[in-house]
């Protein structure tokens, strides 16, 4: 379970990751993580109708929650990930992804080194 703490609540933390970020996408997600301070690594989901009924969606969202839950140590201080489903995610199995969320967390971290480290 993901703390309280570690997720993130308000509309515009979403959106100045979401704009701000650095965006890594797979075929079944897509990641965007930003690092604003020096405070612990926060967490959001974004799963849209268009991956499916709401059942379908909290059950994506629990189990992208799990994954990000045992990568959140990983990531530096002060960072902001906001994981964003895609409809393929439904049929993944966990080690997909897993996999999937690994790539995409290593190419948006390179990314942000890249372009001169946090903000």
Known sequence: MLPAG???TRRDEFTS???????AG???LV???DVTGSEAPRAGFVVSRAVGNAVTRHRVTRRLRH??????PALPPGARLVVRALPPA???SAAELG????SALRAALRRLES????R
């Open 115 to 118: 372009a001169g480290g946090p």
């Open 26 to 28: 797979r075929s079944r």
């Open 17 to 23: 990751t979401m704009r701000r970020g650095r965006r």
């Open 90 to 92: 439904v049929t993944a």
């Open 99 to 102: 996999e999937d969320l690994d």
């Open 6 to 8: 570690a997720r993130l």
């Open 67 to 72: 994954l990000v839950t045992a990568r959140l």
């Open 31 to 33: 990641v965007h993580l």
